[in-house]
């Protein structure tokens, strides 16, 4: 019986993703786990803005694929509250990452990371580790 060399190709995309996002977010940001409320862990603190605001957005993807948030779409003012930063920093933030293709944006203005995204979006985050 030969063995089709394509199968090695195959993989299943949506655990690698979870392990990425785990990963990524690691010792930074937590998710309670009656409210999927996103918890910010010590390793958060010294991050850049930017940083901050992409992992607020990587963690909400994270509640939504864990079934403890409805869907993964953040509005600007979620960002504020949840990362602690004032929002003339968070909204010039969110355009910055849209525009670097980081981000998406609804069609009800608010932010989430697409699938296809990810990979970009670790990458950028583990540079500022």
Do not use: C, F, W
Request: proline fraction near 5%; charge should be neutral; aromatic fraction near 2%.
């Amino acid at each position: 019986m030969t063995t089709d060399p394509l199968e090695r190709l195959i993989l299943d995309a949506t655990e690698a993703d979870r392990a990425t996002i785990a990963e990524v977010l690691g010792d930074r940001i937590g998710i309670d786990r009656s409210s999927g409320r996103v918890v910010l862990l010590p390793g958060y603190s010294p991050l850049s803005a930017r940083s901050k605001v992409l992992l607020v957005l990587l963690a909400s993807k994270a509640a939504h694929l864990l079934g403890l948030r409805e869907g993964e779409l953040v509005r600007t003012q979620e960002v504020v509250l949840v990362s602690g930063l004032p929002a003339g920093t968070v909204a010039p933030k969110l355009k910055e990452l849209r525009e670097d293709h980081l981000v998406a944006q609804g069609a009800d203005r608010a932010y989430y990371v697409p699938n296809a995204l990810l990979q970009r979006v670790t990458e950028q985050l583990r540079r500022e580790e």
